[in-house]
């Protein structure tokens, strides 16, 4: 996790009295004089994002804190109070100060009070508004870091079927909800919600993950701030090495601007939006955004480059997911819980599984191009050039980074591997149960097996014995595996 600017001044300040602190100081800012309505929502957030030490947070931590909450199986629909809300996101903010390196510190209490503030205005933005499991879910997920298809893969597990299926009627709870921030930020009448949006977004009749991805690089009309936001997040320290066309400014960071009429005329992002225009150049011209600044550097210059997470437009926007749930999943719906949400254990586990491997294969990378970059220095006679060292210095920061989340992430693993083991144990105990049960009234109605015959997973479904568990487990485990192994002993015996 890369910090960034403003992390200092906002350290060290006490808790505002006036709990709408933040609308006064994003008024502040002034965002309400750039014109394009997509600009101005992103920039609002990113700022709350930002202020809120919100943008240090993946979608990663708000599934722990939510699962320490122990909201995670329990209905979205559900109210929850106030104080569970303090609670969930306090946790948040604690759980970052502790991996945040030394050098950079938070105030966890002041992040807490801000957030929390800004989720209740968002709450009461809409009349009747009112606090539920998916409100904080749909908004936490909105509004955290990280990677946007991350945040957008546990949308999906929040909306979708058993069989990978978006359902409408939960989309549209999730725009109602991920739509109250917009509206909060009073950009209602461009981005607020209303009841036929769902539908305009998606209107196939069966969306499965990846069509639901590709909202990454080609979003609905009612969702296009949220890439954005994430873009400008990316280009928030890229240096473009020219001056502005209307303000003049030596450099510009950010986005870039240039005219496609007029010869070498190129705005900064804070001119372009707000409609600035000078000479024969008009605000009605084309304009191509650019985000990175070009010049004849080394393929060394753009491995680093890519490696501190400007990403080539050519690379496809996200990877290709498996569409079909994984059988791991189903040990939810076996188990005999009050509700079978898609971000239970097993799910988390998985999200966990991808996630490690994922950051090795980074770590990987990053040792990769390091020693590339250690080799080739000394004859580049660019050891000393301080532009590169900085970059080494923040890649090796970068790699630290990535591990001290690794080894963390492997301790959540471990943990949610001895909860598997307990699930299973539990599903292995009810198994003998139901059997012992079945064995008794077996003569009772052979034809029609009781409901709650039909719910175990024993029952002599053709699904069931064509289901081999141990398929679907490889890396767990040995005691894990055992369960199953037994579990199946005992079928075959009754
Ligand atoms: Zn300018
Ligand atoms: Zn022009």
């Not at 080394?298 to 569409?323: D, F, M, N, Q, W």
């Not at 992430?409 to 083991?421: C, D, T």
Request: net charge neutral; aromatic share 6%.
């Amino acid at each position: 996790m890369v910090m960034e600017e403003g992390d200092q001044r906002d350290r060290g300040r006490a808790t505002p009295l006036d709990g709408r602190q933040i609308f006064v100081e994003l008024a502040e800012q002034n965002f309400d004089a750039i014109c394009l309505s997509t600009y101005r929502t992103a920039c609002k957030l990113r700022f709350i994002q930002k202020r809120c030490n919100l943008h240090l947070i993946d979608i990663y931590n708000v599934i722990e804190a939510v699962r320490d909450a122990g909201l995670n199986a329990v209905e979205l629909n559900a109210s929850i109070s106030v104080t569970r809300l303090e609670n969930l996101v306090s946790s948040l903010f604690n759980q970052l100060s502790k991996r945040l390196p030394t050098t950079h510190t938070i105030a966890p209490q002041e992040s807490t009070v801000l957030l929390v503030e800004f989720i209740l205005a968002a709450i009461d933005s809409e009349p009747d508004g009112r606090l539920t499991v998916l409100s904080v879910k749909a908004i936490l997920a909105t509004l955290c870091g990280g990677k946007l298809v991350d945040k957008l893969r546990y949308v999906f597990s929040q909306v979708s079927d058993s069989t990978g299926g978006l359902v409408q009627s939960k989309f549209d709870s999730f725009l109602r909800e991920a739509l109250k921030l917009p509206t909060a930020l009073h950009e209602g009448p461009s981005f607020g919600y209303t009841p036929t949006l769902a539908r305009s977004c998606f209107p196939q009749q069966r969306v499965m993950l990846n069509m639901f991805l590709d909202m990454v690089s080609d979003p609905p009309q009612c969702l296009v701030w949220l890439p954005l936001m994430h873009r400008l997040a990316n280009v928030e320290h890229v240096y473009h090495p020219v001056s502005c066309s209307y303000c003049r400014g030596n450099g510009m960071t950010g986005f870039r601007y240039r005219c496609l009429r007029c010869r070498g005329y190129q705005l900064c992002q804070n001119c372009f939006w707000r409609g600035n225009a000078s000479g024969s150049h008009s605000n009605q011209h084309q304009m191509k955004e650019h985000s990175s600044w070009k010049s004849p550097a080394s393929k060394l210059g753009r491995a680093l480059s890519r490696t501190l997470g400007c990403v080539s437009s050519r690379e496809p926007p996200h990877p290709i997911y498996p569409e079909e749930p994984e059988r791991t999943l189903n040990l939810a719906n076996i188990v005999y819980a009050p509700a079978a949400h898609a971000d239970t254990h097993c799910t988390a586990q998985n999200i966990l599984t991808l996630t490690a491997e994922e950051i090795l294969a980074e770590i990987k990378r990053l040792r990769a191009e390091h020693d590339a970059a250690c080799q080739l220095s000394p004859e580049k006679g660019s050891s000393t050039n301080p532009t590169l060292l900085a970059e080494l210095r923040l890649l090796r920061q970068r790699k630290d980074e990535l591990e001290q989340r690794m080894s963390s992430l492997q301790e959540s693993r471990r943990e949610l591997m001895v909860q598997l083991e307990g699930l299973m144990k539990l599903l292995k105990d009810e198994e003998q149960r139901q059997a012992a049960q079945a064995a008794g009234s077996s003569h009772a109605s052979p034809s029609r097996p009781s409901p709650s015959t039909v719910r175990s997973v024993g029952a002599a479904s053709p699904h069931a014995h064509m289901y081999h568990p141990q398929d679907s487990l490889a890396g767990v485990g040995g005691d894990v595996q055992e369960a199953f192994a037994q579990e199946n002993e005992s079928r075959i015996r009754t």
